[in-house]
């Protein structure tokens, strides 16, 4: 079984510039989530969607944070533009309605 | 709301000896718990989890966990790492919202 597909892996901006990030989770899974791990602390959530609504985005700054799951299948997270504080592994991860929650590479990103 | 607190931010051991690495929780409502472990680079890959029944969990890698409801703790051990074990481990919860709550994390250097 596939894991959770994520892409780049690695990118390097400029602050002001923008960034987008794609996943796609396990197959049929209902659940997404993208959490911002910064270096030295814990992952946080983002935002999470059921199919392809939005089931909690409090954490999400959306002054310059977006993100969508059109078709409730992959997503793509956007970053507006980024801040140096930006800094950070993307996690998407993905859960079937189960007690466990599958997490993807990550996408490292460095605001210059 | 649940909440994770990692009593460690950073566990030197040599290898083969044991490690320990605490996590304390908080939640009002019945909870589920886990263990992340994340490699260099890598993302998160889970350990164990605890949902219900036996207190004492055993996961991948040698590793366990005990479930302690009164003192509301979920302990990580295994009794003698391996170089390879050298990587950032993450206590989480998780409520009926399906949603994952990170502690900071504890990075664990094993050393020859």
């Known amino acids: 079984e596939a894991g959770v597909a994520q892409s780049p892996r690695y990118k390097i901006i400029e602050k002001r510039q923008s960034v987008a990030f794609w996943c796609n989770p396990i197959?049929?899974?209902?659940?997404l989530y993208w959490y911002q791990q910064i270096l030295g602390q814990g992952p946080k959530l983002l935002i999470q969607f059921q199919n392809n609504g939005v089931v909690d985005d409090s954490q999400l700054p959306k002054d310059r944070f977006s993100a969508e799951r059109l078709k409730g299948v992959d997503s793509t997270l956007k970053i507006q533009p980024a801040k140096l504080e930006d800094s950070a592994v993307y996690l998407c991860?993905?859960?079937?309605?189960?007690?466990?929650?599958?997490f993807g590479e990550g996408s490292w990103l460095t605001v210059v | 709301a649940q909440s994770v607190t990692q009593l460690d931010s950073q566990v030197p051991v040599f290898e083969e000896a044991p490690v320990e690495l605490r996590c304390n929780y908080s939640s009002s409502v019945s909870v589920y718990l886990f263990w992340y472990v994340q490699y260099p680079n890598q993302g998160l890959q889970l350990l164990l989890k605890?949902?219900?029944?036996?207190?004492l969990v055993k996961g991948i890698n040698g590793f366990e966990a005990e479930f302690n409801k009164s003192q509301t703790s979920f302990h990580l051990r295994k009794p003698s790492v391996h170089i390879s074990d050298t990587a950032e481990y993450f206590c989480?919860?998780?409520?009926?919202?399906?949603?994952?709550?990170f502690g900071a994390g504890t990075t664990v250097t094993v050393r020859a």
């Open positions: 989480a919860v998780r409520g009926n919202d399906y949603k994952l709550s």
């Open positions: 991860a993905s859960n079937q309605g189960g007690n466990t929650i599958y």
């Open positions: 605890y949902l219900s029944g036996s207190t």
């Open positions: 197959s049929g899974h209902a659940t």
